[in-house]
Nanobody
């Protein structure tokens, strides 16, 4: 099964950038669609991007399209989320997930523990 671990979060000023990483140590990379979500203050999940298994077209939420870019390094069993032009509204805990895919968190059965991103104004 997937064992996902995120890293790369931190404190950044508005307008800055961060690059998140998510490594799968469970040796299932390539068997599932991968995705990035963040959790809103009311604990609701917000979809950010999904990377289909096999390298299909990445799907982005409208709210991050053009600012965030998701990518993968299959050799390292790792996905990335490059986040540019960050604003305080992007402050959240960011999670990677693996599963059947789609924009709903219910489409993913494996989750990391998250990495905190804080954007100061």
């Amino acid at each position: 099964q997937a064992q996902l671990e995120e890293s790369g979060g931190g404190l950044v000023q508005a307008g800055g950038s961060l690059r998140l990483s998510c490594v799968d140590s469970g040796r299932i990379f390539g068997a599932y669609d991968m995705a990035w979500f963040r959790q809103l203050p009311g604990k609701e999940w917000q979809f950010l991007a999904t990377l289909p298994v096999g390298g299909g077209r990445t799907d982005y939420a409208d709210s991050v399209k053009g600012r965030f870019a998701a990518s993968r390094d299959s050799a390292k069993a790792t996905i990335f989320l490059q986040m540019n032009n960050l604003s305080p509204e992007d402050t959240s805990k960011y999670y990677c997930a693996a599963g059947k895919g789609g924009r709903s968190p219910r489409g993913y059965e494996y989750w990391g523990r998250g990495t905190q991103v804080t954007v100061s104004s």
